[in-house]
């Protein structure tokens, strides 16, 4: 009988350390998968990074802001990811696209309200809000009209904001 528990036990134990050394290997494998993906991940935002500077460089924000959106919709939750959307948000600006801009902006004051970009990104919200009151509407509706004024107000009675005041009561009083 001693001998029955014996060899039941080596041979349990035989068995859990087989299990051991497999699900070790499988680990490792598993490793080598995220490593591949991860660096599959890397090689591809290097290339769309690549392609929106060489757009910048050659002054075609069109295929900037393509590869941006790219980027941003493909990457969301990378490192650096933010200062993409803020970018991609400054060219929506520069190439009239106020609601575009507008929404990356706002997403940004919410999302970051303590990065030092925040007030910048609160500062161009107000700034883009107001660019669409400009527009010639057949309804005549004051709805960006109303944001941008309460926009301003709300930046204004923020006594923590003070780098684009003037600018902002310009834009309050126009």
């Given at each position: 009988?001693?001998?029955t ?37 890397v ?10 500077t ?33 970018e ?8 009239g ?15 970051h ?29 004051a ?16 006594t ?6 003037d ?8």
């Amino acid at each position: 009988m001693a001998k029955t528990k014996n060899i039941t036990r080596t041979g349990a134990c035989a068995v859990l350390l087989c299990g051991l050394v497999m699900l070790g290997g499988c680990a490792k494998k598993e490793d080598k998968v995220v490593i591949k993906k991860e660096n599959k991940i890397v090689a591809e935002l290097s290339e769309l990074q690549g392609k929106k500077t060489a757009a910048l460089d050659s002054g075609k924000e069109d295929i900037a802001i393509g590869a941006l959106e790219q980027i941003v919709n493909k990457f969301p939750d990378h490192d650096g990811i933010t200062n993409n959307r803020l970018e991609l948000a400054d060219l929506y600006m520069k190439n009239g696209q106020h609601a575009l801009a507008y929404r990356l902006y706002r997403s940004h004051t919410k999302m970051h309200p303590t990065d030092p970009q925040a007030e910048y990104a609160k500062y161009q919200a107000i700034c883009a809000k107001y660019y669409q009151t400009l527009k010639i509407s057949r309804e005549c509706d004051a709805t960006d009209t109303e944001k941008t004024i309460k926009l301003c107000r709300s930046y204004l009675n923020d006594t923590a904001l003070a780098g684009y005041r003037d600018d902002t009561s310009k834009i309050l009083t126009a």
